[in-house]
């Protein structure tokens, strides 16, 4: 069972540049999110979807932009890459939203770092 | 939005030592989730309380949805080696059912 899939698990990025981070799903979960985690703060949410066609901005929406085409992919684009954007970006899905399926899945992780 | 309070930051701990940490809400919640996330790995859902008082144990782990519904504690009894990692507590923040975290509790088990 493939879950959430994440690719890639490393990269590096320079100032400027633009890169996807690719999240699909195989559990035809409805919701999908994508949360940043900085050391010591917890997971902050970038976005989230409710079904194909849907999103919607989380906590932190600067800088990042999504999509959501299908109902399995969820990728995340990053324009013009400032250092502020390194982290590790969690993509997560699951069945409805909190709190009426509660457990949310995620992926592996996707260390970006920006130089 | 949604606050969620976590403490202690991080703990250092004997093996077979029990543990326990907890989480704060600056607003009610009506469901509280409780994560583990692995080094190098995604957080994985140990624990879900849906009541104010239930208390949920899966294994050597047990957590209680407080009674005013702005906190939630977990215990580990008997910690073993593979208790090592970051432990988040979670809510539905906001009206869009939005997963909030906790800033995470890491846990160090030294055998």
């Known amino acids: 069972n493939a879950g959430v899939t994440q690719t890639p698990k490393f990269h590096i990025l320079k100032i400027g540049q633009s890169m996807t981070l690719q999240c699909t799903q195989d559990?035809?979960?409805?919701?999908m999110y994508w949360y940043r985690q900085d050391p010591g703060m917890g997971l902050k949410l970038i976005y989230y979807?409710?079904?194909?066609?849907?999103?919607d901005k989380g906590e932190v929406p600067n800088g990042y932009n999504v999509s959501r085409s299908t109902t399995e992919d969820f990728p995340l684009r990053l324009e013009l890459a400032a250092p502020s954007q390194t982290s590790v970006y969690f993509c997560?899905?699951?069945?409805?939203?909190?709190?009426?399926?509660?457990?949310?899945?995620f992926g592996q992780g996707t260390r970006l770092t920006v130089v | 939005g949604q606050q969620l309070n976590q403490s202690p930051q991080s703990m250092f701990i004997q093996e077979g030592e029990d543990v326990s940490m907890n989480c704060t809400s600056s607003?009610?919640?009506?469901?509280w989730l409780w994560y583990k996330q692995d080094p190098g790995e995604g957080p994985v859902l140990l624990i879900a309380?849906?009541?104010?008082?239930e208390l949920t144990s899966n294994g050597r782990l047990t957590a209680q949805f407080g009674i005013t519904r702005k906190d939630s504690f977990l215990n580990i009894s008997a910690s073993i080696p593979s208790d090592v990692g970051i432990y988040f507590c979670?809510?539905?923040?906001?009206?869009?059912?939005?997963?909030?975290f906790g800033k995470g509790t890491l846990l160090t088990v030294n055998p």
């Open positions: 309380l849906y009541k104010a008082g």
């Open positions: 979670a809510g539905p923040g906001g009206s869009n059912y939005k997963l909030t």
């Open positions: 607003s009610i919640f009506n469901t």
């Open positions: 997560a899905s699951s069945i409805d939203g909190i709190p009426m399926n509660t457990e949310a899945f």
């Open positions: 979807s409710v079904g194909a066609g849907i999103t």
């Open positions: 559990m035809n979960h409805n919701y």
